[in-house]
């Protein structure tokens, strides 16, 4: 009874089918010919009533007609959570292939947080956070990075959870990389010189993912962790210029500009008057009076540029080869240089390396343009012409504060200096320090010291600049004023000897301490014969830089000459094997440079000439004053009478 009644009941239901779709077929005729508006069939409710458990019971096969089973549901997108379990997969278990320690402790620590859910992905696809970051990293040469090193992964050919999952953690990896490298350096300082040395902090991986899950653009928030600074993004609108013409750089000859021909001459030079210093301005639009002929310090800084750009010698002097080159002619050149899309790129990567906050005020040295510059609230408050140190005693790469000043210094000779340079001259000579005015004295451990005493002739002048660092170096005054009026100025240990240091002083007090009415005169008036600290409330911070490339405040692009080779170091990590791990940090020596000089206790026993045995007959034996200096230091040169070898 049960089959025949279920075999009536399918009966009847399909015969309910065909008369509902016959209908409906009728339906459809009749609406084409009477109405545009299509009708919706309504359900038969004469059918027999839905089956239950007991006559499904009997037949279950056959629950469902042919007919009903022919259509099938729609094709749903992979959800968002099955992404996500597959995410707690994959970061459990992630291993050096994908990123750094540091990199991948704060994925895990940012996705657990936030309970695995994708940051790039949403319902199966990449989501505008994506596309976003995406477009920005494909960019990333336009502020001195390698797009390369941020390949984006294929989130439209993604089709499966596997795929997206790996996507999404693949696109974490290169935003963690651009946001550390375009805040701390695609390339480590310490691969560069030893005379390096920065307090860098790496962005929190967590929380660059954090802020790039909150922005509403993620392109702009990657592009927050460049440098803020001014001279930075000059340099990146300067880049963009350079790139223009597909990557080929103008040279100054090749500008479209009407041609203005230089004479041939004598060598011109700063300070000189000529008539062809006139056609110099027109031919280079030097700034200023265009009918002037005297050859100042903007004429010669335009000069230089173009002889930097035209691989010449970038004395900026007007010579005959410079003048050859201005004109169309070929020039001899001085040999391979880099490009200046080169020397653009690493002077950006440079200012990766320092403080994201500059102060305020805060000094810039400039080591190859040989100048220091005083900002306050932005701006230029004042500069000054500064001597720097001679290559091999490099002045260093360094930010630090400026704590106090020091009027009548006494100059302590850096151990660097004692070993290297004073006490070979002690071997020649055992009279030497005496007549220059050191005194030369000993600790119960050992430890040598030599120092000056305060006075017109010290080492340091009669004012120093103090900014503790490991490098032990300064800025300070200097009895040798006749080098400021050379252009190329790197001819000390490795201090900076400032030109004009009573109104350095003045400024820079007129800011830390502005109700002391600190003046050049005042600061004068202090001269003595003993030191006199004044200390600053608040320190000022002074960021030793070197800056081949910069922008001057015409907006025109400046070029200097790669005076410790720096750039060319740089170029080589950034275009050789080594560019693979350059962003790794390489242990260096410690600094010996205050590292003490130490002799047995008691080799400083008295005047040279005295009874018993002194420091020279300990050092040198009783021939020392007949003893050769060694081959190390060769090119030591003693100071002559009343000079001082200057830090």
Request: proline share 8%; glycine share 6%; net charge positive.
């Amino acid at each position: 009874m049960k089959s025949v009644r279920f075999d009536r009941l399918l009966a009847s239901t399909a015969l309910g089918l065909v008369l509902v779709l016959s209908s409906h077929a009728l339906a459809q005729q009749a609406d084409k010919q009477t109405a545009p508006a299509a009708t919706v069939p309504t359900p038969d409710t004469s059918l027999p009533p839905p089956l239950t458990a007991k006559d499904v019971e009997a037949k279950p096969a056959q629950v469902t007609p042919p007919a009903v089973a022919a259509v099938a549901p729609a094709a749903t997108a992979i959800s968002d959570s099955a992404v996500s379990d597959r995410l707690r997969e994959l970061v459990g278990k992630l291993d050096r292939s994908i990123g750094r320690k540091g990199d991948r402790d704060g994925i895990e620590a940012y996705y657990k947080a936030h309970n695995f859910a994708p940051l790039w992905v949403s319902n199966g696809a990449g989501n505008d956070r994506a596309k976003s970051a995406i477009a920005y990293l494909a960019q990333a040469d336009a502020v001195g990075l390698d797009p390369s090193d941020y390949p984006a992964p294929d989130l439209k050919s993604a089709a499966s959870v596997d795929a997206l999952a790996d996507a999404e953690l693949k696109l974490t990896v290169n935003a963690l990389t651009f946001a550390r490298q375009a805040q701390t350096g695609r390339l480590h300082f310490t691969r560069v010189s030893a005379d390096i040395q920065f307090d860098q902090k790496a962005p929190e991986p967590a929380d660059v993912l954090a802020k790039l899950a909150d922005a509403g653009d993620a392109g702009q928030a990657l592009d927050a962790y460049n440098p803020p600074m001014a001279e930075f993004k000059a340099l990146r609108a300067k880049l963009a210029e350079l790139r223009k013409n597909g990557g080929i750089v103008a040279k100054p000859e090749e500008k479209a500009v009407p041609a203005v021909l230089v004479p041939e001459g004598k060598i011109l030079r700063p300070g000189m008057k000529d008539a062809r210093v006139i056609a110099l301005r027109k031919r280079l639009d030097v700034k200023g009076d265009k009918e002037n002929p005297l050859y100042d310090n903007d004429v010669r800084d335009a000069v230089r540029t173009f002889q930097t750009v035209a691989d010449l010698n970038d004395d900026g002097n007007l010579g005959a080869n410079t003048v050859k080159a201005m004109n169309g002619e070929k020039p001899v050149a001085k040999g391979p240089s880099a490009d200046p899309v080169d020397t653009v790129l690493v002077n950006m990567e440079r200012w990766r390396w320092y403080p994201r906050d500059l102060g305020n005020p805060h000094v810039v040295v400039n080591i190859p343009d040989y100048t220091l510059t005083l900002f306050n609230d932005g701006k230029q408050y004042w500069k000054t012409k500064i001597v720097v140190g001679k290559p091999g005693k490099n002045t260093p790469l360094i930010s630090a504060e400026m704590k106090f000043i020091t009027v009548n210094p006494t100059w302590n000779v850096p151990p660097s200096i004692i070993e290297k340079e004073y006490l070979p001259a002690l071997q020649q000579d055992p009279q030497a320090l005496d007549r220059i005015g050191l005194k030369l004295t000993q600790d119960a451990d050992g430890t040598v010291h030599i120092a000056q005493p305060p006075g017109a002739g010290n080492a340091l002048g009669r004012i120093r600049f103090n900014f503790p660092n490991k490098f032990l170096v300064y800025q300070h005054d200097t009895p040798d004023k006749h080098l400021f009026a050379k252009d190329e100025r790197a001819f000390s240990h490795g201090c900076m000897r400032v030109q004009n240091p009573l109104i350095y002083g003045e400024k820079l007090l007129s800011l830390a301490l502005p109700n002391e009415q600190y003046t050049a005169a005042k600061l004068e008036k202090m001269f003595g014969g003993s030191e006199i600290n004044i200390n600053f409330p608040k320190n000022i911070w002074v960021h030793l830089s070197y800056q081949t490339a910069f922008v001057d405040d015409d907006g025109r692009l400046q070029l200097r000459k790669d005076i410790y080779g720096w750039d060319q170091r740089m170029i080589q990590i950034l275009k050789g094997s080594e560019r693979k791990i350059a962003d790794i940090a390489v242990e260096r020596a410690p600094n010996s440079s205050s590292k003490p000089v130490k002799m047995p206790v008691g080799m400083y026993g008295g005047d040279t000439g005295r009874g018993g045995p002194n420091f020279f007959d300990f050092l040198f034996g009783n021939a020392q004053a007949q003893q050769p200096v060694s081959s190390r230091d060769r090119n030591f040169i003693a100071p002559p009478r009343g000079r001082v070898s200057q830090r």
